[in-house]
């Protein structure tokens, strides 16, 4: 089993349904279209040095502790969520939603605008602890060697329970880029490009 479809066995179908309001085949389905969507974006983001080290101090604020146990859809905050899905796609928000929703006609814009605040929390959590296992240990740094508060735009996470390891900034295409493009390189991320093409990346480029 790849990495990304490791987590997308781990959201639970039955919270996705009654969130959205339809069946677990169709949440499944749902699930399979925003999760690779969201990685995808903010693999492109990381690309850029800046989106990189925006990414990294985000990364801090939103680890917990991943034992491979389910996580809780309806304990996300989508406020949160949502400030997270603007930060990845910016203005092509709605574009992404758009071409996802049009690739897949089971589903409706309206049902992936609505999950995509709600795993997005979800993927930076999954996507924090799997950075800091690719870290050296060591001493916890964030890229500017600053507070280690998120900046604005990637909300912080007031019950984190302690920083992502962080590498300083590689050179473009280095470091968190790679690992998201490892990521998707297999399972359920395969093809994402070629869908959304130059809307992702739409955050902070």
Known sequence: MS?????????????????????????????NAAIPALLGGLGANAQDPAGEASLMEALGQHR??????????????????????????????DQVVNQLAGARGALGSGMLAKLLPLLAPIVLQWLANKWGQRSDGGVSRTPS??????????????????????????????????LLGGLLGGGSGGGLGDLLGGLLGGGRR
């Not at 997308?8 to 069946?23: E, F, M, T, W």
């Not at 917990?64 to 928000?93: E, L, M, W």
Request: aromatic share 4%; glycine share 12%.
């Open 145 to 178: 060697g600053g507070t280690g508060q998120a900046p604005a735009g990637f909300p912080t996470n007031p019950d984190a329970q302690r920083p992502a390891p962080q590498r300083e900034p590689q050179q473009q295409g280095g470091g968190l880029g790679d």
């Open 64 to 93: 917990r502790a991943d034992d491979g146990s389910p996580y809780d859809v309806d304990a996300q905050d989508t406020a949160d969520g949502q400030k997270i899905v603007h930060h990845i796609f910016g203005s092509n928000t």
């Open 3 to 31: 990495d990304i479809d490791q987590l997308i066995s781990q959201i639970p179908l039955s919270q996705v349904a009654r969130q959205l309001g339809v069946d677990e085949p169709t949440a499944q389905e749902a699930v």
